[in-house]
Every structure is written in structure tokens, then in C-alpha cells.
């Protein structure tokens, strides 16, 4: 038998989360065409993967990627060199459609960029980008409930939407989904939406009804109120008949570090009546825009950019204070527009909520921040090297089932997320005994260690030591497809 690339002696890690297996995986065009022992065949291509595993390529359940898959590989390096084949994108309520920005969106929507990057009227039009110009990863969408307010209420959006204005992000919603959009995403804790009462939400959710596609929410209070927002989510998903997804599940700030038993538990009796799965980042420290009105001297925060004073990238927001000689939130001020590291979970918590059956492995990863939380560049082989080698948190196999199957199953992604013939071939192929995370607070812009080659659909995107290829094998991804 031939084919066009042959893995050879590879542990090979099917993404189902079953134990491992040796033996050899043979791709012809974009799939898989054989596992096993491929003794009797030979590959246009032949990789010795000896002592190497070779697994699913990773689908990065949480991203802010909606515009770095528009500008081709060198913005995707950051994540093909974790081995990521596939980004959801759209997350936190922030969608690059279906809306076009007369002049600098208000935070977080920012986080995208300026007006400059707003230019899709319709999803239809993302699409239509993405198609015309493939990024090397694959795209599944979600619509953002913040993009949609901006389009529906125009700058006046610190208030409840009226039912018309609820109405139209609705109809909008619909649109999309129909276009090709994987789900609907809030950002409840942002001003942006934090008014938009349950209703609101409920009444644009709507447009799921019957689509098998996900809620996905980044929840109005991931500290205090936490139990409260897990609530509130799991009423969104159950009235309008939609799959849940929380985002980065957290509890914030050091009185409520512990909580991740409560919180867990009340997820889990969910997950009995309702679909329910969660994401999470491997570290104890988020990343979003500055909010003056949120920084508090018991969580230490780093400056990732600011628009007045972009030589502070990757300074202590204490420091610029105490050199300016002012309290922390006025320095906040004098930063704005601005993006920050915030260190405010739980190292207990991070573990106990990763662990967790439910969980999935997303990076939330900021690719325009000019000094970027580490988890851009490290979320993956973090989890791989640092959680399962040196701790022992969860079994590899358990590990890759994060970042693939479980995820592609909670996606709806079929022939995507696991090793069987038939199956297209994203593949990662990495040495478990050297992948590591190398990017961390102080250089977070490195590629990690121990991720050989990665491939999408069947074609080489990633290899160490030489960066992404010119493949553009990407395609946008929805339920079913
Ligand atoms: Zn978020
Ligand atoms: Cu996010």
C-alpha cells in the first residue's frame, strides 16, 4: 500500500482518552488512512516517530483568535507551535461579526483591535474571508452577545436592551448561526453587557433553540457571585434548550480560593439533567483590558499594553504607581486603553477544576497584547509537560482527551479530534518526556519545547526549529462538519 506520509514506531494517542497504543499512522490527501502496524506499506514521506507520541491535533476551546486567523501563518505560529490544529474563536461575548466599527470599539471588544479590523456586516462576510484566504488553522466561530449589542444599540449600551433591540440581535443571531457560526458567546462581567438583564440574554439565546449549537459564556462574576452566575447560566441554556459551556472556570480573589469544590459540585449535579462542560487555562493568573475599577492591591497585575504609554508593556501596575506617585487605580486611569495580567486564582483551584471530567483545555490566549500572558505561547505543552510529567495531575492520555475528543465531542466536530482511519488528518506529533512550555511572565512570546511537526488536514503547518509553514489547510469548522 502507498500513501503520501507514513509516522512510524509512534505511541500513538487516539484522543478517546484509551490507553496508548505503538504503532504507525499513514495519511493519504487529508485523512487518515491506516493505523496500526503498517509494516507492508510505504509513505511518499516517512517520519522514524520513535519514542515520540503522535496525537489529535489540539482544538483550543477558548480563543480571541477571530482576527489572527485572517492574517495568514506567522499569526497562527503562536498556537501551531503549542500543536493546536483548531481555534474557537468569537469567545467572551467579542465576535469580529457580524458588525462594522465606525471608530474604536469600547473595551474589551478592543482586544481585537481598532475600527481598522471591524469591517464585517455579516458572518456570511467573515466566512467569505476566511474562505478566500485559508488560515493554517481551523476555525469554529461563536457570535459575540457584545458585538451584537453594539450593532443593535449603537454607543448607548450601559442599560438593559429594549425587547426590539433584544429582537434584533436575535434575528441576527439566527442569521449567523445559519451562515455557518458554531454558537453564542456573553461576556456578562464586561460593562458592555453587564446590564443586559437574564432576559435579555435569554431572549437573544433564542436563536438556538433546535440547533444543537453551544451557550458559551464568560459568566457576570467569577468571585463572590460565582454560584450564583453558574445558576444563572445553567436557566440560559435550559430555557432556550442549549448545550452550556462556562468559560475559563475560575473562582477570583484569595477569599474565595477554595471554592472550586462548591462550584464543581453544583456543575456536576447539572450535568444530570442538562449538557454542561466547562474550560480552563493552566495558569493561576487571567488576562484582559485594564479596568481601574477592578484592581485591588491583594491581586498583583502586569500591564500587557497601553495606548499613552506602550514602553510600560510587561511592567507591575504597583511599580508605575508608586513611580508616579499616585494609588494603583489612578495609575490604572492614566493607562487606559489598556490590557492586564491579573493574578487572582487558586493553584488548588486551577488543579481541582482541570482534573475535573468536565473540563477542556482552552488557552484564552490574547494575540495582539504587546506582552501577552504566557498562555498564548505555553497553555497546551504547560498541561502536557509542567501538570502531567512533573505532577502527575492526570494520565497523558486523559490530558490529550482535553484538548481533542472531549472536545470535539462537546463541539459537535465529527472525523475531527481523534485517530482513526477516516478521520481528517490534524495531527501533532511531540516527545513527552521534553515538551515543556518555555514562554512564562517574563519572556512570553516563546515557542515551546517538545512539539515536533504539526499537520492540518493532512498538510505540514508546524516544524520545530523552522516555524510554520505555507499551508493554509484551515477551514471554518461548525457542528457536524
Ligand atoms: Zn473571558
Ligand atoms: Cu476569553
Not at 487529508?30 to 517520519?47: K, N
Not at 493554517?136 to 449603537?154: C, D, K, Q, Y
Not at 444563572?232 to 475559563?248: C, F, Q, Y
Request: proline fraction near 6%; glycine fraction near 10%.
Amino acid at each position: 500500500m502507498r500513501c503520501d506520509l507514513i509516522l512510524r514506531d509512534a505511541i500513538i494517542i487516539d484522543g478517546t482518552g484509551g490507553p496508548r497504543s505503538r504503532g504507525d499512522v499513514a495519511v493519504t490527501g487529508d485523512r487518515i488512512v491506516g493505523t496500526g502496524d503498517l509494516g507492508a506499506w510505504s509513505g511518499e514521506r516517512e517520519v522514524i516517530a520513535t519514542g515520540k507520541v503522535v496525537s489529535p491535533g489540539f482544538i483550543d476551546a477558548h480563543t480571541h483568535d477571530d482576527r489572527a486567523v485572517l492574517c495568514g501563518p506567522a499569526c497562527m505560529l503562536c498556537k501551531m507551535s503549542q500543536g493546536v490544529t483548531t481555534v474557537v474563536v468569537g469567545n467572551c461575548g467579542i465576535s469580529l461579526s457580524p458588525v462594522r466599527m465606525k471608530s474604536r470599539p469600547i473595551p474589551p471588544l478592543d482586544l481585537l483591535g481598532d475600527e481598522s479590523w471591524w469591517t464585517f456586516d455579516s458572518f456570511a462576510e467573515y466566512r467569505e474571508r476566511l474562505t478566500n484566504e485559508p488560515s493554517p488553522v481551523n476555525t469554529l466561530a461563536l457570535i459575540g452577545h457584545m458585538s451584537l449589542r453594539v450593532e443593535a444599540m449603537g454607543g448607548d449600551m450601559l442599560r438593559p436592551a429594549t425587547d426590539g433591540e433584544a429582537h434584533k440581535m436575535q434575528t441576527r443571531l439566527r442569521e449567523a448561526l445559519q451562515q455557518g457560526g458554531a454558537g453564542f458567546s456573553t461576556g456578562l462581567y464586561y460593562p458592555p453587557s453587564h446590564q443586559a438583564p437574564t432576559d435579555e440574554v435569554i431572549a437573544v439565546a433564542e436563536a438556538l433553540r433546535g440547533t444543537g449549537k453551544l451557550y458559551v459564556t464568560h459568566m457576570r462574576d467569577e468571585g463572590d457571585g460565582v454560584i450564583a452566575s453558574i445558576e444563572e447560566t445553567l436557566k440560559i441554556g435550559r430555557d432556550v434548550g442549549a448545550p452550556v459551556v462556562i468559560s475559563h472556570h475560575k473562582c477570583t480573589f484569595p477569599h474565595n480560593f477554595g471554592r472550586s469544590t462548591e462550584t464543581l459540585a453544583l456543575i456536576e449535579k447539572a450535568s444530570a439533567s442538562q449538557k454542561v462542560d466547562f474550560d480552563v487555562y493552566p495558569y493561576v493568573a487571567g488576562s484582559t483590558v485594564l479596568m481601574p475599577d477592578k484592581v485591588k492591591p491583594t491581586v498583583p497585575t502586569k500591564i500587557t499594553w497601553s495606548i499613552p504609554h506602550p514602553e510600560l508593556s510587561g511592567r507591575w501596575l504597583k511599580d508605575i504607581a508608586a513611580e508616579w506617585g499616585v494609588d494603583i487605580i489612578e495609575a490604572s486611569k492614566r493607562l487606559l486603553p489598556a490590557g492586564a495580567i491579573y493574578f487572582q486564582m487558586d493553584e488548588a483551584d486551577v488543579r481541582r477544576i482541570m482534573a475535573h471530567p468536565l473540563s477542556m483545555i482552552g488557552s484564552d490566549g490574547l494575540p495582539h497584547d504587546a506582552f501577552p500572558h504566557p498562555r498564548l505561547w505555553g497553555a497546551f505543552p504547560r498541561v502536557l509537560g509542567h501538570y502531567v510529567r512533573d505532577i502527575g495531575l492526570f494520565p497523558l492520555e486523559i490530558a490529550v482527551h482535553k484538548m481533542t475528543g472531549r472536545v470535539a465531542d462537546v463541539f459537535g466536530l465529527t472525523d475531527r479530534g481523534v485517530i482513526r482511519t477516516g478521520a481528517i488528518a490534524d495531527l501533532v506529533l511531540f516527545d513527552p518526556e521534553t515538551v515543556r512550555d518555555a514562554a512564562d511572565f517574563d519572556n512570553p512570546t516563546l515557542p515551546a519545547d517538545g512539539i515536533a511537526e504539526t499537520w492540518v488536514a493532512g498538510q505540514s503547518a508546524y516544524v520545530h526549529g523552522h516555524g510554520a509553514t505555507e499551508a493554509r489547510a484551515g477551514r471554518l469548522l461548525t457542528k457536524g462538519a
